[in-house]
T-cell receptor
């Protein structure tokens, strides 16, 4: 069985603040992928990042950064200098490579106020 | 088009009727995925296809749900004898290969009255 927990249901910040979205996962598999997706108010899911379970290097893409810690089964996502356009629901997901199944967290709704 | 397309964009049906949802993946993408997003269950994975075959159908919620993909391209998700709890947004995604980045369509919003 696998599980993804996004403990923060809603987060509200003021523009230019940094914000970290938490994601903790459970899996028995040694090989898996972790993802973050963004779902803006328009509803369409947008892929943000994929991370292989063997690659624990942190990644930075513009204002976005991801911290993968296998020891704590966490894959946290930080937005630096948040902007109003970052307001969305963010989903963390775990992909089981053997079964081809994805398990999603419940999502964190981020509201960035001007 | 360049992206994943789904039709219809909205569907309202009566309880007990069958519905068919269609997904057109990005050209050349061999893997295709179905998800649904509902208020009660959040985002759920349903099934994926590698080519025309679906290795694991256990994600389908019940035997009223079936999916097929022909010609390695278009896929249809069929829900028979719809129930109100089937109301959700059904999302389709495709990727070049089954482990690669998935690109999502806009979804089909299904409402069962």
């Amino acid at each position: 069985a696998q599980k993804v927990t996004q403990a923060q249901t809603e987060i509200s910040v003021v523009e230019k603040e940094d914000v970290t979205l938490d994601c903790v996962y459970e899996t028995r598999d040694t090989t898996y992928y972790l993802f973050w997706y963004k779902q803006p108010p328009s509803g369409e899911l947008v892929f943000l990042i994929r991370r292989n379970s063997f690659d624990e290097q942190n990644e930075i893409s513009g204002r976005y950064s991801w911290n993968f810690q296998k020891s704590t089964s966490s894959f946290n996502f930080t937005i630096t200098a948040s902007q109003v356009v970052d307001s969305a629901v963010y989903f963390c997901a775990l992909y089981n490579t053997n079964a081809g199944k994805s398990t999603f967290g419940d999502g964190t709704t981020l509201t960035v106020k001007p | 088009g360049a992206g994943v397309s789904q039709s219809p964009s909205n569907k309202v049906t009566e309880k007990g009727k069958d519905v068919e949802l269609r997904c057109d993946p990005i050209s050349g993408h061999t893997a295709l995925y179905w998800y649904r997003q509902s208020l009660g269950q959040g985002l759920e994975f349903l099934i994926y296809f590698q080519g025309n075959s679906a290795p694991d159908k256990s994600g389908l919620p019940s035997d009223r749900f079936s999916a097929e993909r022909t010609g390695g391209s278009v896929s249809t998700l069929t829900i028979q004898r719809t129930q109100q709890e089937d109301s959700a947004v059904y999302l389709c995604a495709s990727s070049k290969e089954w482990r690669e980045t998935q690109y999502f369509g806009p979804g089909t919003r299904l409402l069962v009255l």
